[in-house]
């Protein structure tokens, strides 16, 4: 083997590298939950405001435009993805980009849910597909990030400015973490537990002008369930853009997203969130272009996220399993770095090739990837003496 088993004499001061919900802002504790409005309606002016504040301070933060409506919404991320494809699509075709289990699973609604006209543009982990190939004259579906693949798009280059049909973003691990083109988006989506560090179950719905001129003139062919409904008398709803929640939101979990917000404009911002999630990229890319056990998933490194850093196991030994013997064995990788402290839930996606995934968004801090790199190598060639081949007797 190319390293000896001796563990590394440093451990990551957090050693928490899930990929959602996320590590906590640095110095977070349990008193920043301290004014939060337990025990009051959500209606009531204090809680509203403190809801409405959620939405202008990530409006602020991530720049967008003025004419956009921004909203929380139940089911995290999924419910407001699901939530703009309800209620916007069906006027025209729609090309959908799959190239992670969730752009697969936005293709099923379209497919099967939905039943409408489409195109799945499908690349296998690790890849994008062929952007040029996509018709803007149809509605289209992709997200911004691969959470499960570690694939991000490059950029908004490929979105025709001109298009007819509407650009639908899932952001959900991009948001705070990348420059999003507003000018070429039309709806985009997150929810509170990714790159701020929040607690789960809320979603973010943006609606570009454009998307709110099609949610005005179009009417579904199907019944919309109650916390779907962004229009009602052929009007917008106003009031979900202005913190008057479609259910009812944990206020603890407002508070906890104020809390990251507040974090997030006190370092600096976006540009400071960008930079620390691409610290983060810069830390492991230095860290595989020497180590012989891991490589990134994402084979091009124009497309490599920053936030969900997805690694493939390539030491020679490894190579040699079977499928289901690879599996195992990056499960029990996965699990010695969680037995150690060293690293929480860094295990790949359960449908992603086995391998490893490190959370690097902006919560982050380098200095706790550069620490938990070399035990990666630790716990691969530790798990080696159980897995390697046994050479065959002469």
Known sequence: MAHDAIRPPVRPNNPHFSSGPCAKRPGWSLAALAGAALGRSHRAKGPKAKLAEVIERSRAILGLP??????????????????????????????????????????????????????????????????????WSRDVVFTWNGTTSGVRVPNGDWIAPDRQGLALCDATSAAFAMHLPYDR?????????????????????????????????????????KIFRLVSG??????????????????????????????????????????????????VAEWVARTPNYAFLAEDPATRSCTSICLSIIAPWFTALDAARQAEAAKAIAALLEQEGVALDAGGYRDAPPGLRLWGGATVETADMRAVLPWLDWAADTVAARFAAVPAAE
């Not at 289990?101 to 409408?116: E, I, R």
């Not at 404009?265 to 610290?279: D, H, N, Y």
């Open 66 to 135: 003025a004419e956009w409506r921004l909203g929380i919404v139940p089911g995290s991320d999924t419910g407001a993805i699901e939530m703009a494809m309800w209620t916007l699509l069906g006027p025209r075709p729609v090309d959908v980009l799959a190239f992670e289990s969730f752009g697969a699973a936005w293709a099923t609604d379209v497919a099967k849910q939905l039943k409408l006209e489409h195109r799945v543009l499908a690349a296998p982990y690790g890849r994008l597909p062929d952007l040029s190939a996509v018709d």
């Open 234 to 283: 052929g009007k917008l709803i106003e009031g979900i853009f202005r913190g008057e929640t479609i259910n009812t939101p944990s206020m603890l979990c407002v508070e906890d997203a104020l809390d990251g917000l507040r974090w997030a404009e006190g370092i600096g911002g976006l540009p400071a969130l960008v930079a620390r999630s691409e610290a983060n990229l810069a830390a």
């Open 185 to 225: 988006l039309d709806v985009v989506t997150w929810s509170w537990q990714k790159v701020l560090g929040g607690e789960a179950a809320h979603g973010m719905l943006a609606l570009s002008p454009r998307a709110v001129e099609r949610l005005l003139s179009h009417r579904p062919a199907w019944p919309l369930p």
